[in-house]
């Protein structure tokens, strides 16, 4: 990578964001297409995150991707927010354009593209989502928006859970949702599919599982958005009751090509290939 004066930086503000591969991807696609960019990772305290972001403005950054916690608490540090992602309820990528930061959401859209990519339809499922954070935010209203007949959140605070659904009942009224805490998992067997939106099992707990999935039948498609272990204890344990799974790892590149398509304001011309992509990536297996 030729960095010089020109170049310009791109990156990812979260905490914690040690263990992300998004410079990895990122770079990657700005090094296939000959782009003078580079893509980092920085570590922001709560408290400095609008401080950070005024320092954005002042260095010039053009571009940057929110993961956890901020996803949500940054909404009212932007100048403006897109109208999915007002919708979805979180924000994951940020643009600067003429002086303003404007916020989207790239999670919910690379996600159903996971399904969709996986042959699985989204249109009259039911669909469990555990956790009510801002991931859970994006991809169950994406879901909604993509036509699901019933959503279920569940999440360890029953408040959080509660908000959500109260979010999608409110924007799409035609669809059933209901909410509970995580532990009542149990007497929500008979769902499509199950989708874990939570930290739980992510490195280095990888000996953890939100909840237990040998309740439900062997139709039902699992799904883990985290992606590093690859393949979660949550998924091993649906794969042995041959469940069909997907991982995280596919929406987490589906979400990094459409941040760059938002940043460069491109439909098309951006060279990208997912499985070279995931034959590049150094990551621990297991």
Same mark, same amino acid.
Not at 64 to 70: E, G, L
Not at 174 to 185: Q, R
């Given at each position: 990578? +030729? #960095?010089?004066? *020109?170049?310009q930086? $791109?990156?990812?503000?979260?905490?914690?964001?040690?263990?992300?591969l998004?410079? !990895?991807?990122?770079?990657?696609? /700005?090094?296939?297409?000959?782009?003078n960019?580079?893509?980092?990772?920085?570590?922001? !305290?709560? *408290?400095?995150?609008?401080?950070?972001?005024?320092?954005?403005?002042?260095?010039?950054?053009?571009?940057?991707?929110v993961?956890?916690? $901020?996803?949500?608490?940054?909404m009212?540090?932007?100048?403006?927010i897109?109208?999915?992602?007002? =919708?979805?309820?979180?924000?994951?990528?940020?643009? $600067?354009?003429?002086?303003?930061?404007?916020?989207?959401?790239t999670?919910?859209?690379g996600?159903?593209?996971?399904?969709?990519?996986?042959?699985i339809? #989204?249109?009259?499922?039911?669909?469990?989502?555990?956790?009510?954070?801002?991931?859970s935010?994006?991809?169950?209203?994406k879901?909604?928006?993509?036509?699901?007949?019933?959503?279920?959140?569940l999440?360890?605070?029953?408040?959080?859970?509660k908000?959500?659904?109260?979010?999608?009942?409110?924007?799409?009224?035609? &669809?059933?949702?209901?909410?509970d805490?995580?532990?009542?998992?149990?007497?929500?067997?008979?769902?499509d599919?199950?989708? +874990?939106?939570?930290?739980?099992?992510?490195?280095?707990?990888?000996?953890?599982?939100p909840?237990?999935?040998? @309740? /439900?039948?062997?139709?039902?498609?699992?799904?883990?958005i985290?992606y590093?272990? #690859?393949?979660?204890?949550? =998924?091993?344990?649906?794969?042995?009751?041959?469940m069909?799974? &997907?991982?995280?790892?596919?929406?987490? @590149?589906?979400?990094?090509? =459409?941040?760059?398509?938002?940043?460069f304001?491109?439909?098309?011309?951006?060279?990208?290939?997912?499985?070279? #992509?995931?034959? /590049?990536?150094?990551?621990?297996?297991?």
């Amino acid at each position: 990578m +030729n #960095i010089n004066w *020109n170049t310009q930086l $791109y990156c990812l503000i979260g905490n914690p964001i040690e263990k992300s591969l998004s410079p !990895e991807i990122h770079n990657y696609i /700005f090094n296939i297409n000959n782009m003078n960019c580079i893509y980092m990772c920085f570590n922001v !305290e709560d *408290n400095d995150l609008h401080q950070v972001l005024d320092t954005f403005k002042i260095l010039g950054i053009k571009g940057f991707n929110v993961t956890i916690p $901020y996803k949500i608490h940054i909404m009212k540090y932007l100048d403006e927010i897109d109208e999915e992602a007002r =919708l979805l309820g979180a924000v994951n990528t940020v643009k $600067y354009l003429d002086g303003k930061f404007i916020g989207y959401n790239t999670d919910g859209a690379g996600f159903v593209k996971s399904l969709i990519d996986s042959g699985i339809h #989204i249109k009259d499922k039911k669909i469990l989502v555990l956790g009510a954070g801002g991931g859970s935010h994006a991809i169950s209203m994406k879901l909604a928006q993509s036509g699901a007949k019933k959503i279920i959140i569940l999440n360890r605070t029953i408040e959080k859970s509660k908000k959500l659904a109260y979010n999608i009942s409110n924007k799409f009224g035609d &669809i059933s949702v209901e909410y509970d805490d995580l532990k009542s998992f149990s007497q929500y067997t008979d769902v499509d599919i199950v989708v +874990n939106c939570t930290s739980i099992g992510m490195y280095p707990d990888t000996d953890e599982v939100p909840i237990d999935i040998s @309740i /439900f039948s062997n139709k039902t498609v699992v799904c883990d958005i985290i992606y590093k272990p #690859i393949k979660t204890k949550f =998924l091993k344990n649906a794969e042995k009751k041959n469940m069909k799974i &997907i991982g995280g790892m596919d929406m987490l @590149i589906n979400q990094a090509i =459409l941040s760059q398509k938002i940043w460069f304001s491109v439909d098309k011309n951006i060279a990208i290939n997912i499985d070279e #992509i995931k034959g /590049f990536l150094h990551y621990s297996v297991e």
